[in-house]
């Protein structure tokens, strides 16, 4: 929270409400993963950007490489690409550089950066280095194309679809935890799942276009279920039930919150970084769905976690019956 | 200077060494004022990205305002598609905010680049804000349009062209000093000349589409002349020759250094930040082309300030006849 209680979404709500317009090409502005530009004939463009900051999104300290940096500030970026169903392209790369880090760490940074980059065939197009005074920052903004007709928007969610759940959640979580001190024997795995996030890219872009429409919306999981499956109700206009017993929960999850005593339910609901996939999908088509999907994709987990309804309610339902409001995930401002 | 001694220009090698390669779309990537994307037919796509960081950049100080710092933030990505002759269209915004900044403060900033946007014709599609813990941070992605015809790049210059210099220089230097302690009777409108610079956007544009293809290359000038007249010089693989005498100096320039004491040449050589636009012009048509853009542009400045040349050197002529080799401006990692 800052000096005068600003928190996010009332910083977008401020500095939003006086935009000038967009132009005609606009097909999608602020608010979704990325904005969509009209490009040629039926494609279109998607862009994205993304900042890395430190003290405030890693810190330097237990576990902590350049290398994996470089990866995740591109992850994060990839990412948003996947939730649209694009495929990623070109990227601008802004490093702010204090004086204590030099040639060393910033080639490690573009090592990890660079290997992220060559596997899903994005170049790098430009960029801005300067000095900073203190933190290390690296921001990406990330281009992409698509047809238009297989966009995946978030606000494509009907009452009735399926919620459906691509990917691992809670995973990353338990990792930034364990940077913390805390400890499982599986530590090693977790610890990669939060500093090396693969991007669901070619997943995202199996569900825009080989399910035949009837993936209706999306969106990618950085800042928590509880906070993404508010964003893509809010821009659809519906409300979503979360089934708990439904969640998935990795081995090493599990494990991690059985040695720590920890409570499943945070890392699961509330904590961001994972960058699954969260999909609205025809209901009567969700099973035939995830079952090609497991064999397109066998390493990729998937489960049906509940349903979009009426209303503007997120919920979730707990084993003994009992619904209750889910709380909002990770706000920037809204910190201690 | 980083901790192992590191160069702006050495860090971009080791960087932009290791980039997996662009794709069939890219006509300019790295190293010009904005990339360069094919669109549709003979349109293009430029691109620029910059970012403005506190302490750095800009100091919470003496005359330094958010809306300015909005403007600003806006104007230097103009500028560089203004250095391409190409229309600005679209802005990504990323926004650092430590915690003594709130609403009161991004609201300022906003509507010092939403003016500035709108103006331009510029619309936000998308951004990111982010938490920091010390330093104010604001970057800008801007997109623009152009015909692939008509843009101009760096490395056009050829042997012989005339060398023009279209805007002040020294102007935002010599605000900057006045930040720091310095007076003069016209500060004010120095002072407003280095936090508010006008990007030469209509200028540029009409450089690009208005002069036969007599303007045979471009560059805005970001870091001061001299560093900016080696980057067009590397591109085009020419040399430059300035004219001491020749080169324009505003009344509150002049006045400022009568009033200070201090000499010109530091501010006119080696000061950046006044987005002036510097060309390489076919020698023959250059009058005629100063001439009209007078007409069309009569609040700008004009000037030919020296020629290019074979070779690789970036020369001034002073006054009693001698040449010395021009050294580099400003570099982001060799201060002191």
């Known amino acids: ?18 935009l000038p317009p967009c132009g005609a090409d606009v097909i999608v502005g602020v608010g979704d993963d990325c904005a969509v530009l009209r490009a040629d004939g039926d ?23 350049f290398e994996n940096l470089g990866h995740k500030a591109l992850a ?25 880090y030099g040639r060393k760490e910033m080639a490690e940074l573009y090592q990890g950066f660079s290997r992220l980059a060559s596997r899903h065939g994005v170049g790098v197009i430009g960029g801005d280095l300067s000095s900073s005074r203190n933190d290390f920052m690296v921001s990406v903004t990330l281009l992409g194309t698509a047809s238009r007709s297989e966009i995946l928007l978030r606000s494509g969610a009907k009452p009735g679809d399926a919620a459906m759940l691509f990917g691992r ?27 090396r996030p693969e991007p669901l890219v070619d997943q995202g872009r ?20 509880a906070s993404d499956a508010r964003h893509i109700c809010e821009a659809s206009g519906v409300g979503v039930r979360i089934d708990h017993a439904s969640l998935p929960v990795s081995d090493e999850l599990a494990e991690f919150a059985r040695y720590t005593g920890r409570e499943l ?6 904590a961001g970084e994972d960058y699954a996939l969260f999909a609205a999908v025809d209901a009567s088509a969700a099973t035939e769905i995830a079952g090609r999907f497991r064999s397109a994709f066998p390493r990729t987990p998937v489960a049906t976690v509940g349903s979009f309804r009426r209303g503007n309610h997120v919920e979730i339902r707990w084993e003994n019956g009992a619904v209750s409001e889910l709380a909002g995930g990770f706000d920037h401002f809204a910190r201690q």
């Open 1 to 18: 929270m800052n000096a005068d209680g600003m928190t996010e979404a009332d910083l977008l709500k401020t500095l939003f409400g006086t």
């Open 43 to 65: 494609d279109v463009q998607v862009l994205t950007t993304d900042a890395l900051i430190e003290g405030v999104d890693f810190v330097v300290g237990p576990g902590f490489t």
């Open 76 to 100: 994060v970026n990839l990412s948003d690409i996947a939730a649209m169903g694009a495929i990623p392209r070109h990227a601008l790369v802004t490093l702010c550089i204090p004086e204590h």
């Open 169 to 195: 959640i809670g995973d990353s979580g338990a990792g930034l935890d364990i940077t913390r001190g805390a400890h499982c024997p599986s530590e090693a795995i977790l610890l990669e799942r939060h500093f």
């Open 206 to 225: 199996w569900l825009a276009n080989r399910t035949g429409n009837h993936v209706h919306a999306m969106i990618d999981i950085s800042d928590g279920l």
């Open 265 to 270: 339910d945070g890392y699961l609901l509330g």
